[in-house]
């Protein structure tokens, strides 16, 4: 059974930092492409970042690019994303999603696995 769990979300003032965190079961995490989406009420889910399976290339949504980093650890089935210089348009759901293959990519539609989401909020 493959499961998902986010953790790291919180309260967080415009400018700080987070770490959120999404450990993997259930399937072998080097198979597969690896990404971060968020989505805030009455949006679609948008792409945040994405990792390849090896983890040696990333992309990013150009509203975070400069600002977050996305970095995962196959040995222990870890997807992290470090947020930096927090903004207020940042507040939303953040979700990791995972996909077979090697691309990465932006539609929410090409991921098959998703965990359940990790609030984080942004106050000025």
């Known amino acids: 059974q493959v499961s998902l769990v986010e953790s790291g979300g919180g309260l967080v003032q415009a400018g700080g930092s987070l770490r959120l965190s999404c450990v993997v079961s259930g399937r072998t995490l080097s198979d597969y492409a690896m990404a971060w989406f968020r989505q805030t009420p009455g949006k679609e889910r948008e792409f945040v970042a994405g990792?390849?399976?090896?983890?040696?290339?990333?992309s990013y949504a150009d509203s975070v690019n400069g600002r977050f980093t996305i970095s995962r650890d196959n040995a222990e089935n870890m997807l992290y994303l470090e947020m930096n210089n927090l903004k207020t348009d940042d507040t939303a759901v953040y979700y990791c999603a995972s996909h077979i293959g090697f691309a990465i990519l932006r539609e929410e539609r090409s991921y098959d696995f998703w965990g359940q989401g990790t609030q984080v909020t942004v106050s000025s």
């Open positions: 990792t390849t399976p090896s983890g040696g290339r990333a």
